[in-house]
């Protein structure tokens, strides 16, 4: 039933930007690392006019994960001190983007719906970025109880105050 | 700055599995339709080889987000019937796979990590499937608060005993 070492599975996978994100972050510079850090930034993604039918009802639902395309990076790091840590770590231990498929995650709130443009709070997302997806965040889906962070430990309360540089460029 | 309506941004996105989603579920049908559902599915991803150094570190953390490919599903549709609610959704407003983009997404418990195969608990994914990405969970990112969930409020609680069937196939 496994496959063979080393052997990549089947075929490549396509998929197409649904839309665009808008954010005051045109660099990776002084960004923020995560949502908590952008607490003042307002921004929107808007899909495109075909998907325009596929935002119904999401109104309803106060947060919102979005998936999009890290498309700055363009490289796969397997190991990587993050902007949290001074020791390397495994990529998926992170949530850096040089990842070996350059997708990101991030749970903001939503504000409003007009039209296409779904109008967020607390964006960590750069100016620009290609949108894969949004779903609608469920507590009861995606809220664990009993978490423990690994390496992460003790180090988040830095989240607020630290910014992002061009390492992962 | 905005695109013409209708004009999709430049060009497709390519990402290549990972590594491999085991689990009991060989059939749609019958499935857990949500982790909280299938609280007695154990299951592992097995990463490829070239990718089991991106592991370190990452047995420090309880949880894991997986993003997989819905790789069973062939067409898109913006409005479905969910499997928690008799009225048709838009399409971002519900965790439905047949999405612009079919990722997948779950939330589920790290177990153990040996050599290449993360062993989960909670599993809600088909066996087979294939992976695209692992990220640590960190509540800190990951976790709002004062969260509505719109359609879905009252509906939650039938999660434990709803299952899968092939609507979405």
């Given at each position: 039933m496994l496959r063979p070492m080393g052997k990549p599975p089947s075929k490549k996978i396509e998929f197409h930007p649904i839309g665009i994100v808008h954010s005051?972050?045109?660099?990776?510079?002084?960004?923020?690392?995560q949502p908590k850090g952008g607490a003042a930034a307002e921004g929107f993604v808007e899909v495109l006019a075909e998907y325009?039918?596929?935002?119904?009802?999401?109104?309803?639902?106060?947060h919102v994960i979005l998936l999009y395309h890290f498309h700055q990076v363009s490289r796969v790091e397997l190991a990587v001190r993050p902007f949290l840590d001074e020791e390397p770590r495994g990529i998926f231990a992170?949530?850096?983007?040089?990842?070996?498929?350059?997708i990101g995650l991030s749970v903001v709130r939503l504000v409003r719906i007009e039209g296409r443009r779904v109008y967020l709070e607390n964006i960590d997302i750069l100016d620009g970025t290609p949108l894969l997806d949004i779903k609608p965040y469920v507590p009861q889906f995606d809220r664990p109880e009993d978490v423990r962070v690994g390496w992460l430990s003790g180090k988040t309360d830095q989240i607020g105050t630290k910014e992002s540089d061009a390492r992962f460029k």
């Open positions: 005051p972050f045109t660099s990776l510079d002084g960004m923020p690392i325009q039918a596929g935002l119904k009802d999401l109104d309803g639902f106060s992170t949530r850096a983007p040089t990842r070996p498929n350059p």
